[in-house]
């Protein structure tokens, strides 16, 4: 197959270039409304018939025993274990470094604010299970969870039809300290943190990625008033390369990226001709080498490679479109960094995959698509926090900043504001 590729596009045409994948809602919206309601007002009753309807299995127990955790950590093997302990010692790493200590300012004589992190009490992850069991994201959400503090992590993920969790997940979740486990997936087990059933607690926040119905349910029961870590869409990748890149590199940049799924999308931004000219035949001889090749094929076919004039474009470009993943696969890879604005987490150099991001490099693979990285950050420690503030304000400060506030609180005609603080300074 060949990927379509666009000759220096005037800025009209960015925009056209910039679109991603939209499916219809309208449907989908009703479907997730209907299981929300179900789990709502039947609890376990309705997950288990989710689970016989959906995953095709019949589920006594929904929560997974302890005995389970540990005949997992016996069937995995050590290779596969050490990898895990691995990505989750790096991951540990780096979300400890983010951990912020409390800040206390006297702002004016006798008036000290003071703001101190709190972890967010209950959380809940859901983890996609499937043909592709994503353990890692069990590493990348339970591990800054525990960092930050959270008492109660419960984990949702998908039974297979032998009624049992994978075994990854399930030693990952033990790597973390999760032991609340309960085998469910889909936007029932969204419904399920969310709203609470008879076995699984309800939880005040939601991560995790998963199909578009999971998706759904997260952003309908985040109109309900439970929080969850970020909007989401296809998976994403843009990748600045230039003559110098290798483009076996680059081509297995985007068959990596078309490997989640069909709707998932690889851009490549170059100001070189002959590599936007190269670059096709070498994705199709690596294709060709690779399983899941029908399923890449459809996201290839809606991907791009784009040939712009100068880094002042791409850069306008990367920024404009504000990628999930960027690789910039330059030899000023540093240069060019120093100028990205908008993006979910950046691979610098040509030793810098995308893949190294999703396992163990340490940084998180929970990132913004679809163009919310203008104004979302990556799940990281601050995800799993609230920040509360406190003052103590002795009288003589009062006295400092009385009057600013009583006048402020009159010329906006909230009489009881200035009150509040009249009355204690003696004026009323």
């Not at 003052?391 to 009150?419: C, P, T, W």
């Amino acid at each position: 197959m060949t990927i379509q590729t666009i000759k220096y596009p005037s800025r009209a045409e960015w925009p056209e270039l910039m679109k991603r994948a939209v499916a219809d809602t309208r449907e989908l919206h009703d479907t997730v409304a209907n299981i929300l309601a179900a789990v709502r007002n039947d609890g376990d009753k309705a997950l288990r018939d989710f689970a016989e309807r959906f995953d095709k299995v019949a589920l006594n127990d929904l929560r997974v025993s302890e005995a389970e955790i540990e005949a997992a950590k016996e069937m995995l093997s050590d290779e596969l274990k050490m990898a895990i302990d691995v990505a989750a010692a790096n991951i540990s790493k780096f979300h400890s470094a983010q951990v912020m200590q409390d800040i206390s300012v006297e702002t004016s004589p006798g008036v000290v604010c003071t703001q101190r992190m709190v972890p967010i009490a209950d959380v809940g992850l859901y983890i996609p299970g499937g043909n592709s069991p994503l353990f890692s994201t069990v590493l990348m959400l339970a591990m800054p969870a525990r960092i930050a503090g959270c008492k109660n992590v419960v984990m949702c993920t998908p039974a297979g039809k032998d009624g049992k969790v994978h075994p990854a997940i399930l030693y990952a979740a033990w790597k973390c300290g999760v032991a609340n486990i309960f085998k469910s997936g889909g936007a029932q087990a969204v419904a399920a943190m969310a709203y609470g059933t008879e076995s699984v607690p309800r939880v005040s926040k939601i991560f995790g990625p998963g199909n578009r119905f999971v998706m759904e349910a997260k952003m309908q029961v985040n109109s309900d008033g439970v929080a969850i870590d970020m909007p989401a869409g296809p998976s994403e990748v843009m990748v600045v390369a230039d003559a110098e890149a290798d483009a076996r590199f680059v081509a297995s940049d985007f068959l990596s990226q078309a490997e989640h799924g069909p709707d998932s999308q690889s851009i490549l931004l170059t100001t070189d001709a002959a590599f936007a000219e190269r670059l096709p035949k070498v994705i199709d001889e690596m294709l060709a080498t690779l399983p899941r090749q029908e399923m890449m094929k459809k996201s290839l076919s809606h991907s791009h490679i784009i040939l712009l004039k100068d880094n002042d474009e791409v850069m306008d470009f990367v920024n404009d479109y504000a990628p999930e993943h960027l690789i910039i696969n330059t030899v000023d890879a540093d240069l060019l960094a120093e100028r990205v604005e908008n993006a979910g987490s950046v691979f610098l150099g040509p030793y810098s995959p995308e893949s190294a991001g999703d396992y163990a490099s340490g940084t998180n693979h929970t990132l913004p698509t679809s163009g919310y990285a203008k104004a979302y950050s990556g799940v990281n420690i601050d995800s799993f926090t609230k920040k509360i503030t406190f003052q103590r304000l002795s009288k003589a400060g009062l006295e400092g900043i009385g009057k600013a506030v009583e006048a402020m609180a009159e010329a906006e005609d909230l009489m009881a504001h200035r009150l509040a603080v009249a009355v204690r300074l003696g004026d009323e």
